[in-house]
């Protein structure tokens, strides 16, 4: 018998003195059957077509979330949160640390990819009827952790303390100084006196706050899914690898840019929230809108939204078959997207109908949109038709 | 192996060296930029490579 290699002599020392052997390969037997049973479901779902990305568009959320957790304590390490240093910690981020800017990159465009990846979910279970008896109070949890995103993606934009990113938290600040009554305590608590305070609560909200309130909503967002018997949580795994490659090479390909210095002196001439906000940006800049009609057409979507589980009480999930709610969310996004774009195509100028240009993207909007509508109702019809006769 | 594969080969090459190229000429973030790219390819084809152990061992 040959005498036991140098390896074989360590690990028997090793083991032969403390339970590092059993704990070792205890450990190894967990990660096999967790691999095993990872690829076992992972076949299983692909057969059952579960994995599509519309089946695992809340799970991409999520694993998008999970991403942006990491690499947000990461970019806390370097980031200062005063009004005079905030911008010098991001140019450091960006240029001095090592894999700064990829961090960095990875976080925006996951930020990004979570609030296109959260809308996509809400548009899906809109049209599927997802909201529906037994889930109305997931479907609230599911709008709260919708809301919690976008103020997480306000306030991270706010913290890159550029022109722009002053710039938007002017407009905020404005927005929320519109509400009657509250708007000026609401204005103190959330925006402070000084650019400083203003950076303070925004990072506090970003950092601790918002994530803190986000993990407490999916949690139970989770919970009540699971309580269903509806399993998707395994789906993530598999997704993982393939979003990180996405972004490694997408980050590196593109990396982000540091925009300029924020100078109270030289304000810029046009300012622009994110993609998510102009929509709503571009309605309040139509003339003869005033800031708390923004305010209430936000407030009054988000909450329309909400409640819609206990407006549509019908059991049919079919959106040709509950007309008028799918008329209506066919409505809302054409309307939306019409905004967005014309926001894009007009950077700076105001919504006159004295430009035909204006005139024109308003009439054709609302003539696709209700043309959509009509189209939903007449197919509605035909089904209803069908199934009479 | 159809045309239509060598083609897109042909262009993702051209694309690579072209990135490649501008990386090198950058400076020590060119040279973590391509870093940054094969981590990502390397992601993907783990990605890759699970699936397929996935679909030949369970199905």
Avoid at chain 1, 215 to 220: E, G, S, T
Avoid at chain 1, 281 to 307: D, M, R
Avoid at chain 1, 348 to 368: K, R
Avoid at chain 1, 377 to 386: C, E, G, H, S, W
Wanted: hydrophobic letters at 55%; charged letters at 10%.
């Amino acid at each position: 018998m040959a005498p036991p290699s140098l390896l074989n002599r360590v690990y028997n020392r090793l083991t032969e003195r403390s339970r590092l052997g059993s704990v070792l390969k205890s450990i190894v037997g967990r990660l096999g059957s967790i691999l095993d049973f990872t690829l076992s479901y992972s076949a299983y779902a692909s057969v059952l077509n579960v994995l599509s990305p519309v089946y695992s568009i809340g799970a991409l959320t999520f694993l998008f979330f999970t991403i942006n957790a990491v690499t947000g304590v990461m970019l806390a390490m370097s980031y200062t949160a005063t009004s005079e240093t905030a911008y010098n910690s991001i140019q450091t981020i960006s240029t001095a640390l090592r894999y700064g800017w990829l961090i960095r990159g990875i976080h925006f465009y996951t930020a990004n990819g979570m609030i296109i990846a959260a809308i996509l979910h809400l548009i899906n279970g809109y049209f599927k009827g997802s909201y529906k008896k037994p889930q109305e109070l997931n479907w609230i949890v599911g709008m709260a952790a919708g809301a919690v995103t976008i103020l997480a993606g306000f306030t991270g934009y706010v913290l890159r303390w550029d022109q722009e990113a002053v710039g938007a938290a002017g407009i905020g600040q404005g927005l929320a100084a519109s509400i009657p009554q509250f708007g000026a305590v609401i204005t103190k608590i959330f925006w402070g006196r000084t650019y400083t305070e203003t950076l303070g609560r925004f990072y506090t909200g970003h950092v601790l706050l918002l994530p803190g309130l986000l993990v407490a909503l999916l949690a139970v967002h989770y919970f009540i899914i699971r309580r269903h018997g509806i399993e998707i949580l395994l789906s993530e795994i598999n997704m993982a690898p393939i979003v990180l490659g996405l972004l490694f090479v997408f980050v590196s390909l593109f990396p982000l840019k540091i925009g300029d210095r924020f100078d109270p002196m030289k304000p810029p001439t046009i300012l622009e929230p994110e993609w998510y906000f102009m929509g709503m940006y571009q309605f309040l800049k139509t003339q003869s809108v005033e800031p708390l009609y923004g305010v209430i057409l936000a407030t009054g979507l988000w909450l329309f939204i909400a409640i819609i589980p206990f407006l549509d009480r019908s059991p049919e999930r079919r959106a040709l078959r509950r007309p008028v709610f799918t008329a209506i969310g066919i409505f809302i996004i054409i309307e939306f997207l019409a905004l967005t774009i014309y926001a894009y195509l007009s950077p700076g100028q105001i919504g006159t109908f004295l430009d035909s240009n204006f005139t024109a993207a308003f009439v054709l909007t609302n003539v696709a949109a209700i043309s959509f509508v009509a189209v939903v109702l007449a197919a509605n019809r035909r089904i209803v038709r069908a199934s009479r006769g | 192996m159809s045309k239509s594969w060598l083609a897109l080969a042909f262009v993702l090459i051209v694309l690579e060296a072209f990135f490649v190229y501008e990386a090198i000429l950058a400076d020590m973030v060119g040279l973590e930029r391509i870093f940054g790219v094969f981590v990502g390819l390397a992601f993907l084809c783990f990605a890759a490579l699970l699936y397929a152990v996935s679909v030949v061992v369970y199905t």
